[in-house]
Every structure is written in structure tokens, then in C-alpha cells.
């Protein structure tokens, strides 16, 4: 069992940054894909970023060149530096994790942090 815990939402205004974290529990961190999602009222969640094991990341669209995701195995720790931001990406995100073995598939969530943009 792997228990997330994010961190580092808050009020910002449109054009701002703030920095998500995510701990998470147990000793086999670095094995997990690790990702962020958003979900905003009235709206379905939708992944924002994903950083593999290996370290390889992806982007949804609307985040490129704004936000970077990266991760921190010795702390356990993975990150979304959110720049640029706008009132557009005002929701709660999420921290996930992920892996698939041949002893099964594992899907972790954190409770979410609340990010508004608003001036």
C-alpha cells in the first residue's frame, strides 16, 4: 500500500507559480510512474503530467511549456512546477501512482490540493 500526500496548493493570481508536491509512503517509490491530474468543477479528471520509473515525461497540451513535473526518489517526492498560470487551471490536482507487474497492477491516489487562479 502506498499512501500520497500532496501539498503546495493555494490562491495565486493569473500569470503566477506555485509548486505542487507529493509524498509518498513506503520504500519502493522509485518503481512507480508517478502523474498529476486535475479536476475542475463540473468536469471529468484529466492527467496533466506523467514522469515514468526512468524518468521519461509527458504533458497534456494545455501545460506545455508551463508546468514541469520531475521527481526526487530520495525524497520520495514528486513535484509540478506550475508557471504562467491561469484561471483555466483553477481545479484540484491530484497525485497519482502507477505501475504493472506480472503480480498485478497498482493505482494510487493522494487526496488532492486545491489550485485556484483568480485576480
Known amino acids: 500500500q502506498v499512501q500520497l500526500v500532496e501539498s503546495g496548493g493555494g490562491l495565486v493570481q493569473p500569470g503566477g507559480s506555485l509548486r505542487l508536491s507529493c509524498v509518498a509512503s513506503g520504500s519502493t517509490f522509485s518503481t512507480f510512474a508517478m502523474a498529476w491530474y486535475r479536476q475542475a468543477p463540473g468536469k471529468q479528471r484529466e492527467l496533466v503530467a506523467r514522469?515514468?520509473?526512468?524518468?521519461?515525461?509527458n504533458y497534456a497540451d494545455f501545460v506545455k511549456g508551463r508546468f514541469t513535473i520531475s521527481r526526487d526518489n530520495a525524497k520520495n517526492t514528486v513535484y509540478l512546477q506550475m508557471n504562467s498560470l491561469k484561471p483555466e487551471d483553477t481545479a484540484v490536482y491530484y497525485c497519482?501512482?502507477?505501475?504493472?507487474?506480472?503480480?498485478?497492477?497498482?493505482?494510487?491516489w493522494g487526496q488532492g490540493t486545491r489550485v485556484t487562479v483568480s485576480s
Open positions: 514522469i515514468t520509473s526512468g524518468g521519461s515525461t
Open positions: 497519482n501512482a502507477g505501475k504493472i507487474t506480472t503480480g498485478g497492477t497498482y493505482d494510487y
